[in-house]
């Protein structure tokens, strides 16, 4: 997600994969590299910000939320000001969160029941986008069905078509099979079914 002179990911893990640090590394790259030109100076890099919403205390210090930014080791007071910053909000931790909305947020995450009107919005919103993907689901499915009976009837035109031309018996069974774009032994099995007096030679 981007904003003027800032970039922002963010998602939500369910599960500890035991690998969040070095994704939140990747994904940092990843963003520069998308945000920066070729031959572009690197001060025109945006903020960035890698948010994870995780469930279970990845890092186990009991905190409800670790930010973390790249700082001297000498010296912790001074950051090194790339402009890039990581979170990760813990869900089992958000009872000692600060902000009332950032707790309730974070307990619906966790699959608590929604509490404030802030979550509320977002359950609605959950259940419009539920809404339109399973209404996409079906329309697809009625396009699919649609596609297979309008099929169905084409190849069922062909052999009504096929069996005429048999009666009329003026056309080889090569010649019914090119003009109608079916196989010659369809042709030659429609022949079998078709109870007309046929060419012994068109029989090969």
Same mark, same amino acid.
């Given at each position: 997600?981007?904003?003027?002179?800032?970039?922002?990911?963010?998602?939500?893990?369910?599960?500890?994969?035991? +690998?969040?640090?070095?994704?939140?590394?990747?994904?940092?790259?990843?963003?520069? *590299?998308?945000?920066?030109? $070729?031959?572009?100076?690197?001060?025109?890099?945006?903020?960035?910000?890698?948010?994870?919403?995780?469930?279970?205390?990845?890092?186990?210090?009991? &905190?409800? &939320?670790?930010?973390?930014?790249?700082?001297?080791?000498?010296?912790?007071?001074?950051?090194?000001?790339?402009?890039?910053?990581?979170?990760?909000?813990?869900?089992?931790?958000?009872?000692?969160?600060?902000?009332?909305?950032?707790?309730?947020?974070?307990?619906?995450? /966790?699959? +608590?029941?929604?509490?404030?009107?802030?979550? +509320?919005?977002?359950? =609605?919103?959950?259940?419009?986008?539920?809404?339109?993907?399973? #209404?996409? =689901? &079906?329309?697809?499915?009625?396009?699919?069905?649609? $596609?297979?009976?309008?099929?169905? /009837?084409?190849? $069922?035109?062909?052999?009504?078509?096929?069996?005429?031309?048999?009666?009329? #018996? *003026?056309?080889?069974? +090569?010649?019914?099979?090119? $003009? &109608?774009?079916?196989?010659?032994?369809? *042709?030659?099995?429609?022949?079998?079914?078709?109870? *007309?007096?046929?060419?012994?030679?068109?029989?090969?």
């Amino acid at each position: 997600m981007k904003g003027s002179g800032k970039v922002f990911d963010i998602e939500v893990q369910t599960t500890d994969t035991k +690998e969040l640090p070095e994704r939140a590394r990747y994904y940092q790259g990843v963003i520069d *590299v998308d945000c920066l030109s $070729a031959g572009q100076p690197y001060k025109e890099l945006k903020d960035s910000y890698i948010i994870f919403i995780c469930i279970h205390d990845i890092f186990g210090k009991g &905190l409800p &939320l670790y930010t973390f930014e790249n700082m001297c080791r000498q010296d912790t007071t001074l950051p090194l000001g790339d402009r890039t910053l990581k979170y990760f909000f813990i869900s089992k931790n958000s009872d000692k969160l600060m902000n009332e909305e950032q707790k309730a947020f974070m307990r619906l995450i /966790g699959g +608590e029941r929604s509490t404030d009107a802030f979550t +509320e919005k977002i359950v =609605r919103l959950a259940e419009d986008v539920k809404r339109s993907a399973e #209404n996409r =689901r &079906l329309f697809m499915e009625w396009e699919r069905q649609k $596609a297979y009976e309008f099929y169905r /009837g084409k190849e $069922a035109g062909r052999q009504e078509a096929a069996r005429k031309l048999l009666q009329m #018996n *003026v056309l080889s069974f +090569e010649q019914i099979a090119d $003009a &109608l774009s079916i196989s010659l032994e369809d *042709v030659k099995d429609l022949a079998e079914e078709t109870p *007309v007096l046929v060419k012994s030679s068109d029989i090969s």
